[in-house]
């Protein structure tokens, strides 16, 4: 059975950092990408990062290039997304997600529409001071 379980969210003031855990089970890796998407109160969802593991290709948002970062630890069957400088704007519910490689077209679309298969029940970040 494939899930993902999300970690690491918090109350964070301006320019801290946090680091999202996305544990996950039922699949190998290489063969899946997993994007990272946040959704603010009132706002649409938004996809933050993405990351086709079969061939490598990845993508990030603008508002969060240069300042996000993604990792991951095979042995933990964890991938991580490392928020850097965080902002008042970087708020809301993050959610990391997954399919088949094969399924996605281009990572710029995977974050655009969100199609994907498995989802985690997602962490809250809070950017305030």
């Known amino acids: 059975q494939v899930y993902l379980v999300e970690s690491g969210g918090g109350l964070v003031q301006p320019g801290g950092s946090l680091r999202l855990a996305c544990v996950y089970s039922?699949?190998?890796?290489?063969?899946?990408?997993i994007g990272w998407f946040r959704q603010a109160p009132g706002l649409e969802r938004e996809g933050v990062s993405c990351?086709?593991?079969?061939?490598?290709?990845?993508y990030f948002a603008d508002s969060v290039k240069g300042r996000f970062t993604v990792s991951r630890n095979d042995a933990k069957s964890t991938v991580y997304l490392q928020m850097d400088n965080l902002k008042p704007e970087d708020t809301g519910v993050y959610y990391c997600?997954?399919?088949?490689?094969?399924?996605?077209?281009?990572?710029?679309?995977?974050?655009?529409?969100?199609?994907?298969?498995?989802w985690g029940q997602g962490t809250p970040v809070t950017v305030s001071s």
């Open positions: 997600a997954a399919d088949w490689a094969f399924r996605i077209t281009t990572v710029q679309n995977m974050c655009a529409w969100g199609y994907l298969e498995v």
């Open positions: 039922g699949f190998t890796l290489d063969y899946y990408a």
């Open positions: 990351i086709n593991y079969s061939d490598g290709s990845t």
